[in-house]
């Protein structure tokens, strides 16, 4: 049997990178999934991919599928309306992955109040909607998935101040946010049945939005594969089990022992099965780390 069958799957920012390869998982995987971005259509957006073509891939796998337009960092787009939208063209909302996300690689000059009020709204506030609106018909099932995606960058760095880098400030702020929040969330909806864990890469993931702002060496990069298999082993077990989790894809994966397919749930993923992955890979950035950069800096 599907891990997924019967369940009824909301992922955002699915037109394209790591929403697009966790829909089509968990659609392999017997889910029917309603994929939700700003980009309907390949015209839509200067980068690759649209839910169009997300949707079309599904399908032609075998899956069930439904794209829903919305710009989730207008809030008149009602995210409520979104959810309810989701439900009558499918079901209930039954595993809700927050993946939509907006990034600046600005300096803290160049950062409007524009960029700030899309920042939030996007990578905080909407998820939190989302949250709000899908939580009552899971607490009347008495069982729900929740699955934020965040950002290793939520971390403290192990790096000195006197490294002078720019990055997401934005970003890395409400992904933090984001995570606290999980926490809060698990311990508030537990007693519900109802999981919230968030999960970042624990590498870079080569997309082409990613690719817009940096380029990897192979040896910072896992495959979107490796995403997908850990958001699909966080939302198909007993949410009572697993929850309140901040974790990564790589040490979430060996910790499990959760196989990785390709996205289509036929074939497993050469070189990147738990026992493949080498145990440097799998960790953070620890107090002892800072304090190592800072004196190799200073």
Request: glycine share 8%; hydrophobic share 40%.
């Amino acid at each position: 049997m599907n891990l997924c069958s019967g369940k009824t799957v909301l992922v955002t920012g699915a037109s394209r990178g790591i929403g697009a390869a966790i829909a089509q998982r968990f659609a392999s995987e017997g889910a029917q999934v309603a994929v939700a971005s700003r980009s309907l259509h390949h015209a839509d957006s200067p980068i690759d991919g649209s839910l169009t073509e997300t949707v079309e891939t599904i399908r032609s796998q075998g899956g069930v599928a439904e794209p829903f337009g919305i710009d989730l960092s207008k809030p008149e787009q009602s995210r409520d309306d979104l959810v309810s939208a989701v439900a009558e063209k499918l079901a209930p909302v039954d595993i809700l992955v927050n993946n939509a996300a907006a990034n600046f690689y600005h300096p803290i000059e160049e950062l409007s109040a524009k960029r700030f009020r899309i920042a939030v709204e996007v990578n905080l506030h909407a998820p939190l909607e989302l949250i709000r609106a899908v939580v009552p018909g899971m607490r009347k099932r008495g069982a729900g998935w929740i699955l934020n995606i965040s950002s290793a960058t939520a971390e403290k760095l192990a790096r000195h101040p006197s490294a002078g880098t720019s990055g997401p400030l934005l970003y890395v702020s409400t992904k933090a946010a984001l995570e606290r929040a999980t926490i809060s969330l698990a311990e508030e909806l537990y007693p519900s049945g109802i999981a919230v864990n968030a999960l970042a890469p624990q590498a870079g993931v080569r997309t082409a939005a990613a690719e817009q702002y940096y380029r990897l060496p192979e040896e910072s990069v896992e495959p979107v594969e490796t995403m997908a298999a850990a958001a699909l082993a966080l939302c198909s077990g007993d949410p009572r089990g697993m929850t309140g989790r901040i974790t990564r894809s790589l040490e979430f994966l060996v910790a499990m022992g959760a196989p990785v397919h390709l996205l289509d749930g036929k074939t497993l993923l050469e070189g990147w099965q738990p026992d493949d992955i080498p145990e440097a890979r799998t960790k953070r950035s620890t107090a002892e780390d800072d304090e190592s950069s800072i004196r190799a800096l200073s």
